[in-house]
Protein backbone atom coordinates (compact mmCIF):
# COMPACT_ATOMS: atom_id res chain seq x y z
CA UNK A 1 0.00 0.00 0.00
CA UNK A 2 1.41 3.58 -0.89
CA UNK A 3 0.92 6.77 0.79
CA UNK A 4 1.39 10.19 -0.62
CA UNK A 5 1.00 13.29 1.46
CA UNK A 6 1.16 16.53 0.35
CA UNK A 7 0.67 20.25 2.39
CA UNK A 8 0.12 23.63 1.51
CA UNK A 9 -1.66 27.06 2.57
CA UNK A 10 -3.68 30.31 1.71
CA UNK A 11 -4.35 33.57 2.86
CA UNK A 12 -8.01 34.30 2.74
CA UNK A 13 -10.90 36.27 4.21
CA UNK A 14 -14.07 35.38 5.69
CA UNK A 15 -16.98 35.65 7.76
CA UNK A 16 -19.52 33.47 9.85
CA UNK A 17 -23.07 35.16 8.87
CA UNK A 18 -25.11 34.64 12.24
CA UNK A 19 -21.87 33.17 14.45
CA UNK A 20 -22.55 34.61 18.24
CA UNK A 21 -19.13 36.16 18.34
CA UNK A 22 -16.16 37.58 16.61
CA UNK A 23 -15.84 35.75 13.63
CA UNK A 24 -19.37 36.80 12.15
CA UNK A 25 -17.08 40.21 11.65
CA UNK A 26 -14.51 39.57 8.39
CA UNK A 27 -11.30 38.66 9.44
CA UNK A 28 -8.43 36.68 7.55
CA UNK A 29 -6.61 33.42 8.07
CA UNK A 30 -3.44 31.22 6.64
CA UNK A 31 -5.05 28.33 6.15
CA UNK A 32 -2.83 25.10 6.06
CA UNK A 33 -3.87 22.06 3.63
CA UNK A 34 -3.08 18.22 4.58
CA UNK A 35 -4.13 15.52 1.52
CA UNK A 36 -3.10 12.27 2.41
CA UNK A 37 -3.79 9.48 -0.44
CA UNK A 38 -3.47 5.56 -0.26
CA UNK A 39 -3.37 3.32 -2.96
CA UNK A 40 -2.33 -0.36 -3.90
CA UNK A 41 -0.67 0.46 -7.11
CA UNK A 42 0.87 3.33 -8.75
CA UNK A 43 0.01 4.73 -12.15
CA UNK A 44 1.35 3.85 -15.33
CA UNK A 45 3.91 7.01 -14.52
CA UNK A 46 5.32 5.71 -11.36
CA UNK A 47 2.78 7.77 -9.10
CA UNK A 48 -0.36 7.42 -6.89
CA UNK A 49 -1.00 11.14 -8.35
CA UNK A 50 0.25 14.22 -9.78
CA UNK A 51 1.28 16.51 -6.97
CA UNK A 52 0.74 19.54 -8.90
CA UNK A 53 -2.95 18.71 -10.27
CA UNK A 54 -4.01 18.74 -6.26
CA UNK A 55 -2.34 21.93 -5.19
CA UNK A 56 -4.82 23.80 -7.70
CA UNK A 57 -7.67 22.58 -5.85
CA UNK A 58 -7.10 25.24 -2.60
CA UNK A 59 -5.12 27.80 -4.70
CA UNK A 60 -8.35 28.81 -6.30
CA UNK A 61 -8.83 30.36 -2.44
CA UNK A 62 -5.76 32.04 -2.01
CA UNK A 63 -6.16 35.77 -1.43
CA UNK A 64 -10.01 35.19 -2.14
CA UNK A 65 -13.13 36.09 0.36
CA UNK A 66 -13.95 32.80 1.09
CA UNK A 67 -17.61 33.77 1.11
CA UNK A 68 -18.07 34.44 -2.13
CA UNK A 69 -17.06 30.30 -2.61
CA UNK A 70 -19.19 29.51 0.34
CA UNK A 71 -22.51 30.45 2.30
CA UNK A 72 -20.86 29.52 5.63
CA UNK A 73 -16.85 29.47 5.18
CA UNK A 74 -16.28 27.16 8.05
CA UNK A 75 -12.74 24.65 8.15
CA UNK A 76 -15.34 21.77 7.84
CA UNK A 77 -17.05 23.09 4.67
CA UNK A 78 -13.45 24.19 3.11
CA UNK A 79 -12.18 20.69 4.14
CA UNK A 80 -15.13 19.19 2.37
CA UNK A 81 -14.96 20.99 -1.20
CA UNK A 82 -11.06 20.02 -1.67
CA UNK A 83 -12.10 16.54 -1.15
CA UNK A 84 -14.94 16.78 -3.16
CA UNK A 85 -12.63 18.57 -5.67
CA UNK A 86 -9.74 15.94 -5.36
CA UNK A 87 -12.14 13.27 -5.80
CA UNK A 88 -13.23 14.51 -9.65
CA UNK A 89 -9.33 14.82 -10.38
CA UNK A 90 -8.05 11.66 -8.31
CA UNK A 91 -10.96 9.11 -9.43
CA UNK A 92 -8.50 5.88 -8.99
CA UNK A 93 -7.90 6.64 -5.40
CA UNK A 94 -10.75 5.69 -3.32
CA UNK A 95 -8.75 6.88 0.35
CA UNK A 96 -8.43 10.46 0.70
CA UNK A 97 -7.92 12.66 3.82
CA UNK A 98 -8.13 16.39 3.67
CA UNK A 99 -7.49 18.37 7.05
CA UNK A 100 -7.51 22.08 7.02
CA UNK A 101 -6.58 24.07 9.74
CA UNK A 102 -7.85 27.69 10.40
CA UNK A 103 -5.14 28.28 12.86
CA UNK A 104 -2.27 26.32 14.65
CA UNK A 105 -4.68 24.55 17.61
CA UNK A 106 -7.91 23.85 15.03
CA UNK A 107 -8.41 21.92 12.24
CA UNK A 108 -10.94 20.21 10.20
CA UNK A 109 -10.57 16.38 8.87
CA UNK A 110 -13.09 14.52 5.85
CA UNK A 111 -12.56 11.50 4.77
Same mark, same amino acid.
Request: charged share 30%.
Given at each position: ??? +?G?E??F??? /?? +?P? =??G????V /????? %?? %?V *???? &?? +??? *?G *? ?6 ? &??T? %? &?Y @? /?Q @? +?????E *?P ?5 ? =???W @????D?? &?? $?K @?I? $?? $??? #??N #?Y?? =? =?
Amino acid at each position: MWE +LGIEGSFDAA /HH +LPG =YPGACAKV /HGHRF %KV %KV *MFRK &KE +LNN *MG *MVIDFQEI &KSTW %K &KY @D /HQ @D +LNDFFE *MPTAENIA =YAIW @DDIVDIA &KT $VK @DIE $VT $VWE #SEN #SYAK =Y =Y
